[in-house]
């Protein structure tokens, strides 16, 4: 495995599994078998109501808990919540996380976080992050934050390379999370000619080329998938390297296009909606 290190000097591996749109039953497995194969960097989030399943997932797993990079993030109808951290934990069934996010910059984001530097003082996570800021939020949480965060979790992918926002990431050696790595299911981003014949000659399909794409442009990647071979694949990217030249090629194809565009009355419902979460 390969890893980075955050601005605060903790290591995170370049490669994990998300659990995205994973129903419990799907992400406990998912992540026992991503665990057992090879993967240390799980992502979950009060938003995919799977938390106790990742946990479950976490223990059948084997792995100790110290070798595993556990990341999640605060739903905006929490951020008010003074006992929302603790109650992450409980469902996780751990006494901290290495990654605490807050999820959008909806509703009172601020007191989410300002719950994140809160548990960071605590021990209760090990870093802090933010998902989905970009633009004039994260100019405006620039402001005000007492702990810079080490992550940003965004929409990233060959089409849409976030140039602008990394601009301001490396003022403060902030490292970017992609999801949509591969598109969201977009059959024409993976059937580009450049990943087809950058794939044959590495013996790699073309996800798995895009996904090396990813770690070489210094991001972190999460694919989740509910299919044990899909997982094995998208962590068999670490033989190959992608020369500067091809590297250059796939730049080419940045359009500045994203697949999802969130709108200011998805983040008022966001700030409404309480999750239902998975019983004990």
Known sequence: MEYIVLNNGVKCPVVGIGTFMLAPAEAENSVREALKMGYSLVDTANAYVNERAVGRGMKESGVERGDIFLSTKLWPSEYENENAVDETLERLGVDYVDLLYIHQPAG??????????????????????????????IAELEKEWEIAPQFIQVEAHPYF??????????????????????????????????FRKLGEKYGKS????????????????IPGSRNVDHIRDNLDIMDFTLTDDEMAEIAKLNKGVRYYTRTDEALVGFAAWQPQYEKA
């Open 206 to 221: 073309s996800a798995q080329v895009i996904l090396r794409w990813h770690t070489q442009m210094g991001f972190v990647v």
């Open 161 to 194: 390379a976030q140039n602008e926002l990394r601009q301001t990431l490396d003022k403060y050696g902030i490292k970017l999370m992609s999801w949509y790595p591969l598109g969201h299911g977009d059959r024409s981003l993976i059937e580009e000619p450049v």
């Open 108 to 137: 009172n984001w601020l007191a989410g976080y300002r719950q994140l530097e809160k548990a960071c003082k605590e021990g209760k996570a090990r870093a802090i992050g933010i998902s989905n800021f970009e633009g004039k939020y």
